[in-house]
C-alpha cells in the first residue's frame, strides 16, 4: 500500500525538511516545496498545490520557530503554526490524504521534573510557540479524521545556514574566541534531525494509527553541558560559562525540563552518539 504513495514535504529545505527527504524510502514519490515554490501564508497557491497533486500525506515542516520572534507576533505565529496547519489538513483530506504535523516540546510546562514527558501527558504551553503548537495539535486532532502529530525536541543536524543551530552557533563561537555564556537550568532532550526522520518514517511507512508520537533521542542534559560536550568531541578550545535563566533576561518563559520519551516508538539512540556523527558530518564538510 505504502509503495507509489506521494509525499508532500513543506519547508523541504529546512533543518528537519531535508532529513526527511534524505532518509525517505526509496518507494515513495516525494513532492518537495519550499518558499521558493510558494510561502504557505499564500493561501490561493497551497490549495492550488494540494488540489492539483493530491498528495496522500502532507509533511509539514513549516512553521515560525523563533521563540522571543513569537512573542512579539503573536498572530503571525498563530497563524502559521496553527491555522494553516488546520487548512491544509483539511484540504488534503478533502483529497483523499493527510498531514503530519511537526510539534514541540515547548507544548509543556517543565513542572514533570526528572521524569520524561510521553504522549499521554497534558500539555500547558508557557509562552506564544508553545502554545501554536498545541493549539494546531488540538485543531487537527479535531477536525480531521487521520493525521500523525510528531514532536520533537531541540533540533540539531545538517542545514544550509552558517547559524541555523544551537550546534553551530557555540562553534562558531568558539572559533571566534568568544565567552560563550549558556543557561545550566534549562533540561531537554538534544535531537539529531537525521534520528527525528527515521523515526517520523517508520511511523509513515508502517501505517501506525492517528495519534501523537515523540520523536527523540535518549538521554537528558542542560544546554550547558551540551555545549561543553560540543566543543570536547570537536576538539574545539572554548570558554563555557553556566548561567541561571534569569541571568539571560528574557522575558519569555521556557520550559525548564522537557525530556521527552515515547510509549510507541523505540527511540534512535543517545543524543552523544548522534551529535558525534553531527560533528564528523560537519568535519567532512
Wanted: charged content about 25%; overall charge neutral; proline content about 4%.
Amino acid at each position: 500500500m505504502f509503495t507509489g504513495m506521494k509525499i508532500a514535504i513543506t519547508g523541504a529545505n529546512g533543518q528537519l525538511g531535508s532529513a526527511l527527504l534524505r532518509n525517505a524510502p526509496g518507494n515513495v514519490s516525494l513532492l518537495p516545496v519550499t518558499r521558493k515554490d510558494f510561502d504557505i501564508r499564500d493561501l490561493k497557491a497551497l490549495q492550488g498545490f494540494i488540489a492539483e497533486e493530491r498528495p496522500d500525506i502532507l509533511i509539514n515542516t513549516a512553521a515560525f520557530h523563533n521563540t522571543v520572534e513569537c512573542e512579539e507576533n503573536r498572530d503571525l505565529c498563530i497563524l502559521i503554526n496553527s491555522f494553516i496547519p488546520l487548512f491544509m489538513a483539511i484540504l488534503t483530506e478533502k483529497y483523499g490524504g493527510f498531514v503530519a504535523f511537526i510539534s514541540t516540546d515547548y507544548v509543556f510546562d517543565g513542572e514533570k521534573k526528572g521524569e520524561l514527558y510521553y504522549e499521554d501527558d497534558n500539555p500547558n504551553p508557557l509562552n506564544v510557540y508553545g502554545y501554536s503548537k498545541f493549539l494546531g495539535e488540538s485543531l487537527i486532532s479535531e477536525k480531521v479524521k487521520k493525521f500523525y502529530i510528531f514532536r520533537t525536541s531541540s533540533l540539531f543536524g545538517r542545514t544550509i545556514r552558517k547559524d541555523g543551530n544551537f550546534v553551530l552557533k557555540i562553534l562558531n563561537k568558539a572559533k571566534k574566541g568568544e565567552t560563550i555564556r549558556v543557561v545550566n537550568d534549562i533540561y531537554m532532550t538534544p535531537t539529531y534531525s537525521e534520528d527525528a526522520a527515521r523515526m517520523m518514517w517508520e511511523v509513515i511507512e508502517n501505517g501506525y494509527s492517528s495519534g501523537i508520537y515523540h520523536v527523540s533521542n535518549t538521554g537528558v542534559v542542560s544546554w550547558y553541558e551540551f555545549s561543553k560536550k560540543i566543543l570536547e568531541i570537536s576538539g574545539i578550545s572554548g570558554e563555557v560559562r553556566p548561567i541561571s535563566h534569569e541571568e539571560l533576561g528574557e522575558k519569555i518563559k521556557r520550559p525548564l525540563w522537557s525530556p521527552l520519551g515515547s510509549r510507541k516508538l523505540r527511540p534512535e539512540r543517545f543524543w552523544g552518539e548522534a551529535l558525534k556523527e553531527y560533528l564528523e558530518v560537519l568535519k567532512d564538510g
